[in-house]
T-cell receptor, first 110, second 112 residues
Framework: QKEVEQNSGPLSVPEGAIASLNCTYSDRGSQSFFWYRQYSGKSPELIMF????GDKEDGRFTAQLNKASQYVSLLIRDSQPSDSATYLCAVRTGANNLFFGTGTRLTVIP | SQTIHQWPATLVQPVGSPLSLECTVEGTSNPNLYWYRQAAGRGLQLLFYSVGIGQISSEVPQNLSASRPQDRQFILSSKKLLLSDSGFYLCAWSNRDNEKLFFGSGTQLSVL
């Protein structure tokens, strides 16, 4: 079982809709959770992080964490074509253990 | 503010040739430094990390090596490249609290 799993997609949503990206992890001791956005041919960019159960909002982005169910999600409201990218979920389980999922490719259709 | 520089952006090398990729961080002291590789269609694979000058931990046995000659400089090397070394190489840094990880712009390496 992989430490972090994501649906590879592609996930297509119309412009203005809510995009919902999900991630599950295997280690119950995981402490920190991150979402990165990666445009094609570019490096990953940190867009959200969450440490506690519940929701964390930053602009159009909301990260949701449920430790009991071992999943973390990212909601993107009012999706824009510029949001089209691959979104990587990362989970930290220890000092130097940061595991990345393989990413979900999101396409926002104008 | 902190910045991370990584070069070159693209590199095409023949099999058996040497490799040297360099990464430097500005605006912070004593960062943790990392080298990742991202193969096409695959996730990020941690290759090396360093918590200080001369301190290198290897995550995956392979023909690559890393060195940290200065606090904010991290180098990835190989004496002889293999075809399987092709990929997108990313340098990254984090503060000592080891939380958020920030990536350089990456090097696309093609071994032919």
């Amino acid at each position: 079982q992989k430490e972090v799993e994501q649906n590879s997609g592609p996930l297509s949503v119309p412009e203005g809709a809510i995009a919902s990206l999900n991630c599950t992890y295997s280690d119950r001791g995981s402490q920190s959770f991150f979402w990165y956005r990666q445009y094609s041919g570019k490096s990953p960019e940190l867009i959200m992080f969450i440490y506690s159960n519940g929701d964390k909002e930053d602009g159009r982005f909301t990260a949701q964490l449920n430790k009991a169910s071992q999943y973390v999600s990212l909601l993107i409201r009012d999706s824009q074509p510029s949001d089209s990218a691959t979104y990587l979920c990362a989970v930290r389980t220890g000092a130097n253990n940061l595991f990345f999922g393989t990413g979900t490719r999101l396409t926002v259709i104008p | 503010s902190q910045t991370i520089h990584q070069w070159p952006a693209t590199l095409v090398q023949p099999v058996g040739s040497p490799l040297s990729l360099e990464c430097t961080v500005e605006g912070t002291s004593n960062p943790n430094l990392y080298w990742y590789r991202q193969a096409a269609g695959r996730g990020l694979q941690l290759l090396f990390y360093s918590v200080g000058i001369g301190q290198i931990s290897s995550e995956v046995p392979q023909n690559l090596s890393a060195s940290r000659p200065q606090d904010r400089q991290f180098i990835l090397s190989s004496k002889k490249l293999l075809l399987s070394d092709s990929g997108f190489y990313l340098c990254a840094w984090s503060n000592r609290d080891n939380e958020k990880l920030f990536f350089g712009s990456g090097t696309q390496l093609s071994v032919l």
